[in-house]
């Protein structure tokens, strides 16, 4: 079966676009409504930010490999973008996770694929790496990525 069947057949029996899949909404209609909308634009957490918390948040423009060995992490979030590598650039990134993530640390992706081939060069680099979620074994989010899985130092 195609993946984009699974994909927006798992979307429309498992979310309401309008009520509470802001992310499907929001490529649909181009806006967010006040009562859809990820939770760093809810009223309350708006104001937190535009009060001085976002002064505690690093942004950059740097090249990523270049930002992860600026300091030590205790959590890394990948999202989906090691999809899109080679394998060269995928050594290079878990090696790179590997030296910068401390002890105990954790590194989190979601991919399009059930099984996404570099989950074993993390695990080679060191990681304790599991699949928490395939989309394959049902409704996994309001995404519909193929896997969601953690890799533990």
Request: glycine share 6%.
């Amino acid at each position: 079966m195609c993946c984009c069947y699974l994909t927006v057949t798992g979307i429309a029996e498992n979310s309401h676009l309008r009520k509470n899949n802001y992310f499907y909404y929001n490529c649909v209609t181009g806006h967010f409504l006040r009562e859809n909308c990820p939770s760093y634009l809810l009223e309350h957490n708006y104001n937190k930010l535009h009060d001085g918390l976002i002064q505690q948040l690093t942004i950059s423009t740097r090249f990523f490999l270049d930002e992860l060995r600026a300091r030590k992490y205790t959590k890394v979030i990948l999202m989906d973008h090691v999809d899109w590598l080679d394998e060269k650039v995928v050594q290079e990134l878990a090696t790179t996770l590997a030296q910068q993530v401390l002890p105990g640390g954790i590194v989190i992706w979601r991919s399009a694929s059930l099984c996404p081939p570099y989950a074993k060069v993390i695990a080679d680099a060191g990681f304790s790496v599991t699949c928490i979620s395939r989309a394959s074994e049902g409704y996994m989010d309001r995404v519909r990525f193929g896997s969601f899985v953690t890799a533990l130092l």
